[in-house]
């Protein structure tokens, strides 16, 4: 007994007329007749009777169809649940991703996957590294996008996606605006806006106690937990800040790369380690994967 000859079948039911179950079934009189013949020397007996009147269901007949019917439906609901599984139809997927991450660069990759994926359900949480380890391991969320100066440790799984240096952001008409470069000596005495979530911070600390930049004389002028709020203000002429280079979302902001040291940081995909990844994770990774990263 083949898929199609039980097709063939329920058609003839529905229609009770040969050339019209052929026509719904897009195959010839003659192929569908051979099917019908099939299954009823499978099932030995006749099917449908032709009359003058029209063709009828046998008693055979009327006895297997609700069985056949009932195969045919469950065929196509198993066709159909794969094709969503494999086109990942209506699929939930949490990606964390930190704040400090800049949105417009990002948005490539998440229009990237859109297309290549666009049954996902996206759901894009944004919180402090703090934050989304804890609710990876909570499974709160599938994947996070993260970055940190120290190591992920070994409950977690990062894969690289690109690195980026970080930036001294100033308002137009500073000195630093006629360089190419910052030093980090070149920061002391200068109002210092403080990113409240930057992953980094501590990092920025112990690099001027390393480099003899004296913290006491880096004023910090005003502090924020929103990235927009910090680049505005850095615009209005309040102070400087660090920011990786492609956090700069603000038009007419000035950013220079900061040396003397080079600060850069590698933004990974995050998963939890050893646990099975979902079909949207799965999707997310392939498509991050495949995208250009600068």
């Known amino acids: ?42 099932f030995g007996g006749f099917l449908f009777r032709r009359e003058r009147g029209g063709t009828h269901l046998t008693d055979l007949g009327r006895l297997m169809r609700p069985i056949l019917v009932s195969i045919y439906e469950q065929s196509r609901a198993a066709k159909s649940t794969a094709r969503g599984f494999l086109r990942l139809d209506d699929a939930p997927l949490r990606l964390g991703t930190m704040c400090t991450l800049g949105p417009m660069r990002f948005m490539g990759f998440i229009n990237h996957f859109h297309v290549e994926y666009p049954g996902v359900e ?112 850095v615009i209005a002429g309040l102070g400087i800040c660090f920011m990786p280079e492609y956090s700069a979302s603000l038009p007419g902001l000035p950013v220079r790369k900061l040396v003397e040291p080079t600060v850069e940081r590698v933004v990974n995909l995050v998963t939890v380690a050893n646990r099975a990844l979902t079909a949207p994770v799965q999707a997310l990774v392939r498509s991050a994967e495949s995208y250009g990263w600068p």
Not at 149 to 173: C, I, M, S
């Open 122 to 233: 996206l759901t894009i949480v944004e919180g402090t590294t703090e934050r989304l380890a804890r609710e990876l391991l909570t499974g709160a969320l599938d994947i996070a996008v993260m970055a940190q100066p120290k190591p992920f440790d070994e409950r977690f799984e990062a894969r690289p996606l690109y690195r980026e240096a970080f930036v001294v952001a100033f308002p137009r008409g500073h000195a630093f605006e006629r360089s190419e470069i910052v030093r980090l000596r070149e920061i002391e005495g200068e109002p210092y806006l403080s990113r409240i979530n930057c992953e980094y911070q501590d990092y920025f600390d112990y690099l001027c106690a390393q480099y003899d930049v004296d913290v006491v004389d880096v004023v910090e002028a005003h502090r924020s937990e929103r990235e927009d709020w910090i680049q505005a203000m």
């Open 1 to 42: 007994m083949q898929m199609n000859q039980i097709r063939y079948f329920v058609a003839m039911c529905e229609t009770l007329n040969f050339t019209r179950a052929a026509e719904k079934c897009n195959v010839s009189q003659p192929a569908l007749t051979r099917g019908i013949q099939a299954l009823e020397a499978e």
